[in-house]
């Protein structure tokens, strides 16, 4: 059964760090473009950063980058996010996903397509307090 499974989140203060991991089961990660996503109450879902399947690109939404870093290990088949200097505006619930892309990758413009992503995991809460 495939399944990404997210860690790692929690109640932590403003200017605070976390690390959220996302392991997957029932396939290996190495050929899958790794997003993650978070929503906020009463707002869409948005891209936050991604690790590219082909190569080292990654790539950050404007308000985490140099905050927040991506990284994988797929010799643990897990991918992990970072989040540094921790702000109330991140308080949101963050979701990995994975796309099967092969040897293709996402570019900047469509690696914040939800609908390039296969697999999508259920979700870990994080809350920023002030």
């Known amino acids: 059964q495939v399944q990404l499974v997210e860690s790692g989140g929690g109640l932590v203060q403003s200017g605070g760090s976390l690390r959220l991991s996302c392991a997957a089961s029932?396939?290996?990660?190495?050929?899958?473009?790794i997003g993650w996503f978070r929503q906020a109450p009463g707002k869409e879902r948005e891209g936050v950063s991604y690790?590219?399947?082909?190569?080292?690109?990654?790539y950050y939404a404007d308000s985490v980058k140099d905050r927040f870093i991506i990284s994988r290990d797929n010799a643990k088949n897990t991918i992990y996010l970072q989040l540094n200097s921790l702000k109330p505006e991140d308080t949101a619930v963050y979701y990995c996903?994975?796309?099967?892309?092969?040897?293709?990758?996402?570019?900047?413009?469509?690696?914040?397509?939800?609908?390039?992503?296969?697999?999508w995991g259920q979700g870990t809460q994080v809350t920023v307090s002030s």
């Open positions: 996903a994975a796309a099967d892309l092969g040897t293709y990758s996402l570019n900047s413009d469509y690696w914040r397509l939800e609908a390039e992503y296969d697999y």
């Open positions: 029932g396939f290996t990660l190495d050929g899958y473009g």
């Open positions: 690790s590219s399947n082909s190569d080292d690109t990654t």
